[in-house]
C-alpha cells in the first residue's frame, strides 16, 4: 500500500512578497506538530514534494531534516494565479472558479487551464518511486484542485472555505485503487481558519 498525503502550507507572516513570506510563530509551531504528525503516519520511505514558496517548504522543512530528505521543489505546485478583477474580491472569483472549472478573470487562469499544465508533472510525480510514500505541501486551492481532477473527490468552494492553515489529506492506494481517502488535521497545534 502506498500513502499520498497533500499539505497546505502552515501560516505565514503577512508582510513582503508572497513567495518569500516565511511562517509565523504560529507557524512554526504548526510546522513542528505537523511533522510529528507525519512520523506516525509515514511507515515506508517517502519522497517530498513542495512549492518554491518560502511558507511550504518550511512547513516540512523539519521532516526533511530529521530524516535527511531532498525537498524536490516543483513550480508546478506553486498556487493557482486567480488574478485581480474590478468586479470581484478575492473570494468571489475563487467561489466562481470552483462553480466553473472554466472561469477566470482577465489576468488569471482557470482551474481546468492549472490543472491540464500540471498533469503530465502529477502522473510522473504519484507514478514514480515504486513504493515510496509521497509527501505534498503546496496551497489551498492547488491542494483542491489536486484533489478534484487528478485523483477525482468531491471537492468545491465550500471544501476549499474549511481548510485550515496546516491541512493534510491522507489517501492509501493499492493495486492504482484509493482504498482510503480522509481529511486527516488531528493533533495539530495552533490551526488556523480563514474567516
Not at 35 to 45: H, Q, T
Request: a positive charge; proline letters at 1%; charged letters at 30%.
Amino acid at each position: 500500500m502506498k500513502k499520498f498525503i497533500l499539505i497546505r502550507h502552515g501560516k505565514a507572516k503577512m508582510d513582503g512578497e508572497d513567495h518569500l513570506r516565511k511562517l509565523d510563530n504560529d507557524g512554526i509551531l504548526q510546522s513542528k506538530s505537523i511533522c510529528e504528525k507525519l512520523e506516525k503516519i509515514i511507515k515506508n520511505d517517502f519522497s517530498i514534494y513542495s512549492s518554491r514558496f518560502v511558507r511550504a517548504v518550511d512547513t516540512i522543512k523539519p521532516l526533511a531534516e530529521k530524516f535527511k530528505k531532498e525537498i524536490i521543489m516543483a513550480d508546478e505546485l506553486k498556487e493557482i494565479n486567480i488574478g485581480k478583477s474590478e468586479e470581484l474580491n478575492k473570494h468571489e472569483i475563487i467561489k466562481k472558479m470552483w462553480e466553473d472549472e472554466n472561469f477566470k478573470v482577465a489576468n488569471g487562469e482557470s482551474q481546468i487551464n492549472k490543472f491540464n499544465n500540471m498533469k503530465i508533472f502529477l502522473e510522473k510525480m504519484f507514478n514514480s518511486n515504486g513504493n515510496e510514500d509521497i509527501i505534498i505541501v503546496t496551497h489551498g486551492n492547488l491542494l483542491g484542485i489536486i484533489l478534484k481532477f487528478y485523483f477525482k473527490r468531491n471537492f468545491g468552494f465550500n471544501d476549499w472555505k474549511m481548510m485550515s492553515m496546516p491541512d493534510l489529506y491522507e489517501l492509501s492506494i493499492e493495486n492504482n485503487e484509493i482504498i482510503s481517502f480522509y481529511r486527516n488535521i488531528e493533533n495539530i497545534n495552533k490551526l488556523f481558519y480563514i474567516k
